[in-house]
Protein backbone atom coordinates (compact mmCIF):
# COMPACT_ATOMS: atom_id res chain seq x y z
CA UNK A 1 0.00 0.00 0.00
CA UNK A 2 1.82 3.17 -1.26
CA UNK A 3 2.06 6.27 1.51
CA UNK A 4 0.95 9.27 1.13
CA UNK A 5 3.08 12.55 -0.07
CA UNK A 6 4.38 14.37 3.10
CA UNK A 7 3.08 17.42 1.28
CA UNK A 8 -0.63 15.68 1.38
CA UNK A 9 -0.11 15.09 4.83
CA UNK A 10 -2.49 17.29 7.21
CA UNK A 11 -1.09 18.89 10.25
CA UNK A 12 -2.52 17.89 13.19
CA UNK A 13 -5.57 20.52 14.65
CA UNK A 14 -4.08 22.71 17.22
CA UNK A 15 -4.85 22.26 20.33
CA UNK A 16 -7.43 24.37 22.01
CA UNK A 17 -6.39 26.11 25.09
CA UNK A 18 -9.91 26.11 27.49
CA UNK A 19 -9.54 27.86 31.22
CA UNK A 20 -10.22 24.20 32.93
CA UNK A 21 -9.00 24.32 36.48
CA UNK A 22 -7.83 20.70 35.48
CA UNK A 23 -5.09 22.73 33.43
CA UNK A 24 -1.85 22.94 35.28
CA UNK A 25 -1.91 26.54 32.98
CA UNK A 26 -4.68 27.54 34.53
CA UNK A 27 -3.90 26.76 38.30
CA UNK A 28 -0.85 28.71 38.18
CA UNK A 29 -2.35 31.96 36.66
CA UNK A 30 -5.33 31.52 39.20
CA UNK A 31 -2.25 31.36 42.09
CA UNK A 32 0.04 34.37 40.40
CA UNK A 33 -3.21 36.96 40.29
CA UNK A 34 -4.30 35.63 43.71
CA UNK A 35 -0.26 36.41 44.92
CA UNK A 36 -0.66 39.37 43.20
CA UNK A 37 -3.96 40.71 44.84
CA UNK A 38 -2.32 39.49 48.66
CA UNK A 39 0.57 41.73 47.78
CA UNK A 40 -1.32 44.30 46.47
CA UNK A 41 -4.18 44.36 48.90
CA UNK A 42 -1.15 44.15 52.00
CA UNK A 43 0.61 46.93 50.06
CA UNK A 44 -3.02 49.42 50.01
CA UNK A 45 -4.15 48.49 53.98
CA UNK A 46 0.27 49.71 55.07
CA UNK A 47 -0.49 52.86 53.11
CA UNK A 48 -3.77 53.36 54.15
CA UNK A 49 -2.93 52.85 57.56
CA UNK A 50 0.25 55.33 57.38
CA UNK A 51 -1.52 58.09 56.16
CA UNK A 52 -4.17 58.00 58.73
CA UNK A 53 -2.03 57.91 61.41
CA UNK A 54 0.06 60.72 60.17
CA UNK A 55 -3.38 62.66 59.32
CA UNK A 56 -4.22 62.01 63.34
CA UNK A 57 -1.22 63.36 64.56
CA UNK A 58 -1.25 66.48 62.64
CA UNK A 59 1.81 65.26 60.03
CA UNK A 60 1.88 66.43 56.72
CA UNK A 61 2.29 63.87 54.25
CA UNK A 62 2.10 63.83 50.11
CA UNK A 63 5.09 65.40 47.17
CA UNK A 64 3.72 68.88 47.22
CA UNK A 65 6.89 69.88 48.85
CA UNK A 66 9.11 69.31 45.94
CA UNK A 67 7.43 72.24 44.03
CA UNK A 68 8.37 74.19 47.17
CA UNK A 69 11.91 76.46 47.22
CA UNK A 70 14.50 74.09 48.97
CA UNK A 71 16.54 76.99 50.41
CA UNK A 72 20.00 75.48 50.93
CA UNK A 73 22.78 75.10 48.97
CA UNK A 74 25.01 71.80 47.55
CA UNK A 75 28.45 72.20 47.58
CA UNK A 76 29.02 70.54 44.33
CA UNK A 77 27.73 68.97 41.01
CA UNK A 78 27.31 68.87 37.78
CA UNK A 79 23.95 70.12 37.26
CA UNK A 80 23.67 74.30 38.04
CA UNK A 81 21.19 74.46 41.10
CA UNK A 82 20.36 77.07 43.53
CA UNK A 83 19.24 77.66 46.62
CA UNK A 84 15.96 79.52 45.49
CA UNK A 85 15.11 76.13 43.14
CA UNK A 86 12.76 73.69 44.36
CA UNK A 87 13.40 70.45 46.08
CA UNK A 88 12.80 68.44 42.82
CA UNK A 89 15.86 69.96 41.60
CA UNK A 90 17.82 69.46 44.62
CA UNK A 91 17.06 65.80 44.43
CA UNK A 92 18.11 66.07 40.73
CA UNK A 93 21.13 67.25 41.81
CA UNK A 94 21.61 64.63 44.37
CA UNK A 95 20.82 61.99 41.92
CA UNK A 96 23.46 63.56 39.39
CA UNK A 97 25.89 63.41 42.21
CA UNK A 98 25.12 59.59 42.84
CA UNK A 99 25.54 58.80 39.28
CA UNK A 100 28.85 60.58 38.86
CA UNK A 101 29.92 58.26 41.44
CA UNK A 102 28.34 55.12 40.60
CA UNK A 103 29.45 55.22 36.68
CA UNK A 104 33.28 56.44 37.02
CA UNK A 105 33.52 53.83 39.63
CA UNK A 106 31.94 50.57 37.95
CA UNK A 107 34.02 51.90 34.85
CA UNK A 108 37.57 52.04 37.27
CA UNK A 109 36.95 49.01 39.48
CA UNK A 110 36.35 47.21 36.11
CA UNK A 111 39.63 47.95 35.07
CA UNK A 112 41.49 47.38 38.30
CA UNK A 113 39.75 44.71 39.09
CA UNK A 114 40.39 42.83 35.51
CA UNK A 115 43.86 43.55 35.88
CA UNK A 116 44.39 42.39 39.32
CA UNK A 117 42.12 38.98 38.43
CA UNK A 118 44.86 38.33 35.61
CA UNK A 119 47.50 39.08 37.49
CA UNK A 120 47.14 36.61 39.84
CA UNK A 121 48.38 34.14 37.15
CA UNK A 122 51.33 35.53 36.52
CA UNK A 123 54.49 33.86 36.72
CA UNK A 124 56.07 36.80 38.24
CA UNK A 125 55.82 35.32 42.22
CA UNK A 126 56.38 39.09 43.48
CA UNK A 127 53.49 40.39 41.25
CA UNK A 128 50.77 37.27 42.23
CA UNK A 129 51.62 38.24 45.94
CA UNK A 130 50.78 41.73 45.49
CA UNK A 131 47.89 40.96 43.79
CA UNK A 132 47.17 38.16 46.15
CA UNK A 133 47.62 40.61 49.31
CA UNK A 134 45.64 43.70 47.77
CA UNK A 135 42.64 41.41 47.51
CA UNK A 136 43.49 40.57 51.23
CA UNK A 137 43.76 43.61 52.68
CA UNK A 138 41.05 46.14 51.04
CA UNK A 139 38.47 42.89 50.93
CA UNK A 140 38.56 42.43 54.66
CA UNK A 141 38.46 46.48 55.56
CA UNK A 142 35.02 47.58 56.27
CA UNK A 143 33.94 49.65 53.28
CA UNK A 144 33.35 52.51 55.96
CA UNK A 145 36.29 52.50 57.04
CA UNK A 146 38.05 53.39 53.71
CA UNK A 147 35.83 55.70 53.16
CA UNK A 148 36.82 57.88 56.88
CA UNK A 149 40.59 56.98 56.17
CA UNK A 150 40.85 58.29 52.53
CA UNK A 151 39.23 61.58 53.78
CA UNK A 152 40.82 61.92 56.39
CA UNK A 153 44.19 61.45 54.25
CA UNK A 154 43.18 63.68 52.02
CA UNK A 155 42.11 66.64 54.00
CA UNK A 156 44.29 66.53 56.82
CA UNK A 157 47.95 65.14 55.33
CA UNK A 158 47.24 67.26 52.23
CA UNK A 159 49.20 70.62 51.52
CA UNK A 160 47.83 73.59 51.99
CA UNK A 161 46.58 75.27 48.67
CA UNK A 162 49.21 77.56 48.35
CA UNK A 163 51.90 74.41 48.58
CA UNK A 164 49.68 72.29 46.33
CA UNK A 165 51.64 69.36 44.58
CA UNK A 166 51.41 70.11 41.08
CA UNK A 167 52.32 68.39 38.02
CA UNK A 168 53.30 71.54 35.62
CA UNK A 169 50.90 74.13 35.53
CA UNK A 170 48.25 71.65 34.89
CA UNK A 171 47.34 69.28 38.15
CA UNK A 172 47.51 70.92 41.82
CA UNK A 173 46.78 68.23 44.66
CA UNK A 174 45.77 69.81 48.06
CA UNK A 175 43.54 69.87 50.80
CA UNK A 176 41.20 71.52 48.32
CA UNK A 177 41.02 68.32 46.33
CA UNK A 178 42.33 68.12 42.70
CA UNK A 179 42.37 70.69 40.37
CA UNK A 180 43.14 70.73 36.65
CA UNK A 181 42.75 72.39 33.48
CA UNK A 182 38.87 72.82 32.38
CA UNK A 183 37.77 72.66 28.32
CA UNK A 184 35.71 76.06 27.54
CA UNK A 185 32.54 74.68 25.97
CA UNK A 186 32.10 76.05 22.66
CA UNK A 187 29.41 74.91 19.58
CA UNK A 188 32.30 73.49 18.02
CA UNK A 189 32.45 70.94 20.62
CA UNK A 190 28.76 69.46 19.38
CA UNK A 191 29.99 68.88 16.14
CA UNK A 192 33.12 66.58 18.10
CA UNK A 193 30.38 64.66 20.52
CA UNK A 194 28.46 64.32 17.13
CA UNK A 195 31.06 62.37 15.20
CA UNK A 196 31.63 60.52 18.13
CA UNK A 197 28.63 59.08 18.40
CA UNK A 198 28.49 58.45 14.58
CA UNK A 199 31.91 56.67 14.95
CA UNK A 200 30.15 54.71 17.56
CA UNK A 201 27.61 53.75 14.97
CA UNK A 202 29.99 52.69 12.50
CA UNK A 203 32.09 50.97 14.99
CA UNK A 204 28.92 48.95 15.52
CA UNK A 205 28.23 47.87 11.82
CA UNK A 206 31.89 47.20 11.25
CA UNK A 207 32.53 44.54 14.54
CA UNK A 208 29.13 42.90 13.13
CA UNK A 209 30.52 43.28 9.36
CA UNK A 210 33.51 41.94 10.56
CA UNK A 211 31.93 38.98 12.75
CA UNK A 212 29.78 37.71 10.46
CA UNK A 213 32.54 37.67 7.96
CA UNK A 214 34.67 35.58 10.19
CA UNK A 215 31.39 32.79 10.95
CA UNK A 216 31.43 32.66 6.72
CA UNK A 217 34.92 32.31 5.89
CA UNK A 218 37.05 31.92 8.69
CA UNK A 219 39.50 34.57 7.79
CA UNK A 220 39.31 37.56 10.94
CA UNK A 221 39.17 41.52 10.07
CA UNK A 222 40.98 43.94 12.23
CA UNK A 223 38.82 45.04 14.35
CA UNK A 224 39.96 46.95 17.59
CA UNK A 225 42.07 48.91 15.52
CA UNK A 226 39.39 49.90 13.10
CA UNK A 227 37.48 50.58 15.85
CA UNK A 228 39.94 53.00 17.75
CA UNK A 229 40.05 54.80 14.02
CA UNK A 230 36.49 55.38 13.26
CA UNK A 231 36.37 57.13 16.84
CA UNK A 232 38.71 59.27 16.46
CA UNK A 233 39.19 60.11 12.73
CA UNK A 234 35.55 60.91 13.41
CA UNK A 235 35.33 63.09 15.86
CA UNK A 236 38.65 64.48 14.78
CA UNK A 237 36.24 65.56 11.88
CA UNK A 238 33.34 66.89 13.80
CA UNK A 239 35.56 69.31 15.78
CA UNK A 240 37.16 70.56 12.68
CA UNK A 241 34.17 71.12 11.04
CA UNK A 242 33.97 73.41 14.38
CA UNK A 243 35.99 75.49 13.81
CA UNK A 244 38.85 73.69 15.86
CA UNK A 245 37.89 75.04 19.32
CA UNK A 246 40.75 74.42 21.96
CA UNK A 247 40.24 77.01 24.67
CA UNK A 248 40.94 75.57 28.02
CA UNK A 249 40.72 77.73 31.33
CA UNK A 250 44.32 76.71 33.66
CA UNK A 251 43.99 76.11 36.87
CA UNK A 252 46.17 78.67 39.03
CA UNK A 253 47.69 79.00 42.82
CA UNK A 254 45.64 81.50 44.94
CA UNK A 255 45.92 83.03 48.09
CA UNK A 256 43.42 81.25 49.56
CA UNK A 257 42.83 78.06 47.39
CA UNK A 258 43.42 76.86 43.87
CA UNK A 259 41.12 79.39 41.42
CA UNK A 260 40.10 78.12 37.81
CA UNK A 261 39.46 75.33 35.64
CA UNK A 262 37.59 72.00 37.52
CA UNK A 263 38.57 70.56 41.04
CA UNK A 264 37.57 67.40 41.99
CA UNK A 265 36.84 67.74 45.98
CA UNK A 266 38.23 65.68 48.78
CA UNK A 267 34.53 64.51 49.36
CA UNK A 268 34.13 63.41 46.03
CA UNK A 269 37.78 61.57 45.82
CA UNK A 270 37.59 59.65 49.18
CA UNK A 271 34.09 58.11 48.19
CA UNK A 272 35.41 57.33 44.64
CA UNK A 273 39.08 55.79 46.04
CA UNK A 274 37.32 54.05 48.65
CA UNK A 275 34.36 52.15 46.58
CA UNK A 276 37.23 51.82 44.07
CA UNK A 277 39.71 49.93 46.06
CA UNK A 278 36.90 48.29 47.89
CA UNK A 279 34.96 46.48 45.29
CA UNK A 280 38.10 45.94 42.66
CA UNK A 281 39.16 43.64 44.99
CA UNK A 282 36.13 41.38 45.09
CA UNK A 283 36.28 41.80 41.08
CA UNK A 284 39.27 40.43 40.88
CA UNK A 285 38.43 37.43 43.05
CA UNK A 286 35.66 37.36 40.62
CA UNK A 287 37.52 37.33 37.44
CA UNK A 288 40.31 34.99 38.85
CA UNK A 289 37.25 32.36 39.47
CA UNK A 290 36.40 32.75 36.08
CA UNK A 291 39.87 32.03 34.84
CA UNK A 292 40.39 29.14 36.75
CA UNK A 293 37.44 27.70 35.50
CA UNK A 294 38.57 27.31 32.32
CA UNK A 295 39.70 24.10 30.84
CA UNK A 296 43.70 23.73 31.04
CA UNK A 297 43.34 22.07 27.87
CA UNK A 298 42.21 25.08 26.44
CA UNK A 299 45.61 27.22 27.08
CA UNK A 300 47.15 23.74 25.99
CA UNK A 301 45.58 24.38 22.86
CA UNK A 302 46.11 27.93 21.95
CA UNK A 303 49.69 27.27 23.49
CA UNK A 304 49.74 24.53 20.64
CA UNK A 305 48.82 27.24 17.96
CA UNK A 306 51.48 29.32 18.94
CA UNK A 307 50.15 32.19 20.52
CA UNK A 308 51.92 34.01 23.44
CA UNK A 309 50.30 34.29 27.26
CA UNK A 310 48.72 37.73 26.80
CA UNK A 311 46.94 36.51 23.61
CA UNK A 312 45.76 33.61 25.00
CA UNK A 313 44.22 35.60 27.91
CA UNK A 314 42.50 38.02 25.80
CA UNK A 315 41.47 35.57 22.97
CA UNK A 316 40.98 32.30 24.44
CA UNK A 317 40.43 32.53 28.20
CA UNK A 318 38.58 34.96 28.82
CA UNK A 319 36.06 35.37 26.17
CA UNK A 320 35.15 31.70 28.04
CA UNK A 321 35.40 32.94 31.34
CA UNK A 322 32.45 35.78 30.96
CA UNK A 323 30.10 33.51 30.97
CA UNK A 324 30.77 32.66 34.24
CA UNK A 325 32.20 36.10 35.04
CA UNK A 326 29.49 38.49 34.62
CA UNK A 327 26.55 37.21 37.08
CA UNK A 328 28.47 37.65 40.22
CA UNK A 329 29.65 40.28 38.64
CA UNK A 330 26.52 41.93 38.28
CA UNK A 331 26.46 42.06 42.27
CA UNK A 332 29.45 43.65 42.71
CA UNK A 333 28.03 46.67 40.36
CA UNK A 334 24.72 46.52 42.24
CA UNK A 335 26.88 46.65 45.27
CA UNK A 336 28.95 49.84 44.52
CA UNK A 337 26.15 51.53 43.40
CA UNK A 338 24.48 51.17 46.22
CA UNK A 339 27.29 51.76 48.91
CA UNK A 340 27.70 55.00 47.46
CA UNK A 341 25.12 55.78 49.79
CA UNK A 342 27.62 55.95 52.46
CA UNK A 343 29.37 59.31 50.56
CA UNK A 344 27.00 60.79 53.35
CA UNK A 345 29.44 59.69 56.02
CA UNK A 346 31.96 61.83 54.32
CA UNK A 347 29.79 65.10 53.30
CA UNK A 348 29.64 63.98 50.02
CA UNK A 349 25.78 65.59 48.94
CA UNK A 350 24.56 62.55 47.05
CA UNK A 351 21.09 61.38 46.86
CA UNK A 352 20.91 60.32 50.64
CA UNK A 353 22.46 63.76 51.92
CA UNK A 354 20.09 65.95 49.95
CA UNK A 355 17.31 63.60 51.30
CA UNK A 356 18.23 64.10 54.84
CA UNK A 357 18.40 67.89 54.41
CA UNK A 358 14.76 67.89 52.91
CA UNK A 359 13.60 65.83 55.28
CA UNK A 360 15.15 67.65 58.45
CA UNK A 361 13.72 70.65 56.85
CA UNK A 362 10.14 69.51 55.45
CA UNK A 363 9.16 66.83 58.01
CA UNK A 364 8.38 64.91 54.94
CA UNK A 365 10.00 61.45 56.21
CA UNK A 366 8.10 58.81 54.22
CA UNK A 367 8.35 60.54 51.22
CA UNK A 368 12.15 61.51 51.07
CA UNK A 369 12.83 57.90 52.27
CA UNK A 370 10.34 56.91 49.33
CA UNK A 371 12.43 58.77 47.19
CA UNK A 372 15.80 57.82 48.05
CA UNK A 373 14.21 53.91 47.37
CA UNK A 374 13.08 54.92 44.40
CA UNK A 375 16.18 55.93 43.18
CA UNK A 376 18.57 52.88 44.14
CA UNK A 377 15.62 50.59 42.78
CA UNK A 378 16.17 52.48 39.50
CA UNK A 379 19.45 52.24 39.46
CA UNK A 380 20.10 48.79 40.74
CA UNK A 381 17.04 47.61 37.58
CA UNK A 382 18.68 49.29 34.63
CA UNK A 383 22.50 48.08 36.07
CA UNK A 384 20.49 44.60 35.89
CA UNK A 385 18.76 44.94 32.99
CA UNK A 386 22.05 46.11 30.96
CA UNK A 387 24.53 43.09 32.55
CA UNK A 388 21.41 40.56 31.84
CA UNK A 389 21.93 41.76 28.09
CA UNK A 390 25.08 41.13 28.26
CA UNK A 391 25.39 37.82 29.58
CA UNK A 392 22.61 36.89 26.92
CA UNK A 393 25.56 38.37 24.48
CA UNK A 394 28.05 35.94 26.26
CA UNK A 395 26.15 32.99 26.95
CA UNK A 396 27.39 29.75 25.15
CA UNK A 397 25.00 29.38 21.97
CA UNK A 398 24.47 25.60 20.37
CA UNK A 399 24.38 25.29 16.70
Known amino acids: MAHAPAAARRAPPPRRRTLSWRSRRTRALAYQLLALAVVGFLGWLLVSNTLTNMRLRGI ?45 GIVLTTILGTLLGVGRFSRNALLRGLCYAYVEIFRNIPVLLQL ?50 LGCAASF ?139 VAVGYPDVVSIANTALNQSGRAVECIAIIMAVYLTLSVATSALMNWLNRRAALRER
Do not use: C
Not at 271 to 280: A, N
Open 205 to 343: AWVRFARARFERTGRPLPVASVVLLLLVALSWLGWLAGGAPAQFQFPEVGELQVEGGSALSPEYLAVLLGLVLYTSSYVAEVVRAGIASVARGQHEASASLGLSRARSMRLVVLPQAMRLIIPPLTNQYLNLTKNSSLA
Open 148 to 197: LMWYLLLTEYLPLPGDALRVGHLFFLSKNGLSFPALTWEAGHWLAVGGLA
Open 60 to 104: QSGFDFLAQPAGFDIGEGWLPYDSADAYWKAFLAGVVNTLRVAVV
